[in-house]
C-alpha cells in the first residue's frame, strides 16, 4: 500500500526555506527532513508532506475509573474508556509509561479503531466519557478532534490527560471538542523541566491560564512528587501561590507518589509524608481542594466542603465509598462545588 494512504495527514506544519517540514503541533517546533519523524516519533514526513502516523492506532483500550485521571471533580464515581498512543513530545526520565510513550507504533502492538470505533466502544460499555492518556494527546492532536467531535454529537464526554506542552494556536483546535484536563504540572522551576523532560515551563503555565481563563474545559493539575527533585517545601508553595494568583484556588490539585521507573531507577519511592506535607502547604496557601494520589489516605483523597468541612465525597485509593453531594452543593451548608457531576 501506497505509505501516504495509511496515514492521516498531519496539521500544524510548514516549510521552511531549506524544504524541511517544520512541525508546530508543540513547542518544541521539529524540523523534519524526508522520512524522518520528530521527537514524538508518530509525526513522519513522507515525500514532503507531514503526516500523522499514530492517528487511529491506539496501543490499547481500558476501562478506568476516572478518578484515575485523576479527575476528582468531573463526573465523580463513574468509569471512563482510556486510551493511547505510542510517542510522546516529552522526554520524562521518570515517566511512568515509557513502555508506551517511548515507543515507535510499530514496534508496540497497535491496533487499528477510526473515530467511529472509538465512540461506538464506549457507547456499547455505556461509558459516559473517553481520556486521551497513557502517552501525552497532544501529539494525535488529528485523532483527539475527530474523535471528541464525534462523541460530542453522541452526548460523550471527552478527557484530555497532558503535560499541556502545545503551541498556542494548535490547541485551539485540539480542545475545541474537550470537556475536561488534567495537565500535569510536573514541577515549578525551569530546571527541572529543561533537565528531567526536554522541555519548558513557562509553556506549560501559558497553556494552564489560557484553560482556565479563555475555554470551558473543567480542569484539574497533578504533580508527581519525586524526592529531591520536585519536593522541596519552597518550591511547592511556590507553585501553589503561583495557582491560586493565576488560576484561582477552586483548581482541584493532585500530588501523586513516584515509583522508581525508566531512567531514574536510583530514586526512591515518594514516601507518605511528604505527600502529607505539600498537602498542607496547598491548603495553608489557599488550595481548596488538594488530593493525594497513588497512596491509601482516605483524608487526602476526600472532598470536603470548603466552608463547613464535611467530607462530601469519600474516596480510598480510585474508589467512592461515599457521595454526600446534592448534585453540586453541600447538603449541610449548600456551598457550591466547583466541577462537572452530571
Known sequence: ??????????????????????????????????????FCFIRENIDGMLYSIGYGRPTGFGIDPIEKKPLNHFLPGTEILS?????????????????????????????????????????KNHLPSIAYTYNDPVIFGEYVI??????????????????????????KDVYKYIDAANIDLKAFTEEFYHNLTFSHLSDVLDTLIWLKKETDVWLELTTLLIPGENDNPEEIKKMCSWIVENLGNEVPLHFTAFH?????????????KS????????????????????????????????ECAIPLIERDWHSVRKNNLLINKCPNCGTKIPGVFK
Open 146 to 171: 475527530d474523535i471528541s467531535r464525534l462523541a460530542r454529537e453522541e452526548g460523550i464526554r471527552s478527557v484530555m490527560v497532558s503535560a499541556g506542552y502545545i503551541d498556542k494556536e494548535a490547541r
Open 275 to 306: 505527600l502529607i506535607l505539600s498537602r498542607e502547604i496547598a491548603l495553608s496557601e489557599g488550595i481548596k481542594f488538594c488530593y493525594l494520589g497513588n497512596v491509601h489516605d482516605i483524608k487526602g483523597s476526600t472532598t470536603y466542603c470548603p
Open 1 to 38: 500500500m501506497n505509505e501516504k494512504r495509511k496515514y492521516k495527514e498531519a496539521n500544524w506544519w510548514h516549510k521552511d526555506e531549506l524544504g524541511k517540514i517544520v512541525c508546530t503541533l508543540c513547542p518544541r517546533y521539529c524540523t523534519i527532513g524526508d522520512g524522518q519523524a520528530g
Open 260 to 272: 522508581p521507573d525508566f531512567k531514574m531507577k536510583d530514586k526512591t519511592a515518594t514516601q507518605h
Open 83 to 123: 486510551f493511547g498512543t505510542a510517542g510522546c513530545n516529552l522526554g520524562c526520565k521518570f515517566c511512568q509509561n515509557w513502555s508506551i510513550s517511548k515507543a515507535r507504533y510499530d514496534s508496540v502492538n497497535s491496533l487499528y479503531a477510526s473515530p467511529e470505533d472509538v465512540v461506538s466502544l464506549a457507547k
